[in-house]
């Protein structure tokens, strides 16, 4: 993973879980495209991407391993006006990411944090070992304050004595970890395919609104 800060100084401004394209062009011509997530918060000084690595990509290992300071690179966005989330939309919030897919949701808790929002939150991570969650630090700094939660679930390794949950996200952790249906949580899923329909399926089961369940999902990665 990296995250890349960068310089755009006719950037109009974003909301909290949109994206952009990035497009690179190779000396002969050849053009490559990727969407990639908005990791940092409207209120940001700076725009930030947090790339994951795929080893079959044609984007990603060179913003990985072969950027470098200075280096230009074609943005298109920000794009999406579903996948957003600002203070008039309300709560309590319910955040789901799989692997990279708590790029766009940290987006959202910095923009909570930033605007002044007390709006409840509960914030939960899927990966395969605590040593993969992405921002770790920074989310747990977060939630040291009142009213953000932020708590994983483990699908292949954990720590001796881990207490945390293990496996990937069913409907009984749904059920533990969600608010009830009648105090009708916005939701917000964002990861690889099948996490995503698991999750969100699991949450339609126990009877939420499926208005308010938003999805993101791309490729096969992550938790």
């Known amino acids: ?34 969407s990639y997530s908005i990791a940092s918060a409207p209120e940001d000084d700076q725009l930030v991407l947090t790339v994951e690595r795929l080893e079959d990509g044609e984007v990603s290992p060179y913003l990985v391993d072969e950027l470098r300071p200075g280096d230009q690179l074609e943005l298109r966005g920000p794009i999406g006006g579903y996948f957003v989330w600002q203070q008039s939309l309300g709560g309590p919030l319910l955040l789901l990411g799989g692997g990279s897919g708590i790029v766009p949701l940290r987006a959202i808790v910095r923009h ?5 929002s007390a709006i409840p939150t509960r914030l939960l991570c899927s990966v395969r070992s605590l040593a993969e969650v992405i921002y770790r630090d920074e989310l747990e700094v977060a939630a040291s304050g009142a009213g953000l939660e932020v708590s994983y679930t483990l699908t292949r390794e954990w720590p001796d004595g881990w207490a945390g949950h293990r496996g990937r996200v069913n409907d009984e952790l749904l059920r533990e970890i969600a608010w009830s249906p009648g105090e009708r949580p916005l939701v917000y899923v964002c990861g690889p395919t099948g996490f995503v329909e698991q999750v969100a399926g699991g949450l339609v089961r126990l009877g939420h609104d499926p208005q308010r369940v938003r999805t993101e999902r791309f490729g096969p990665t992550g938790g």
């Open 112 to 116: 909570r944090s930033l605007s002044g």
């Open 1 to 34: 993973m990296r995250s890349i800060v960068l310089g755009c100084p006719s950037w109009p401004g974003h909301l909290a879980g949109q994206h952009v394209d990035v497009r690179l062009t190779a000396e002969d011509g050849y053009q490559a495209q990727r």
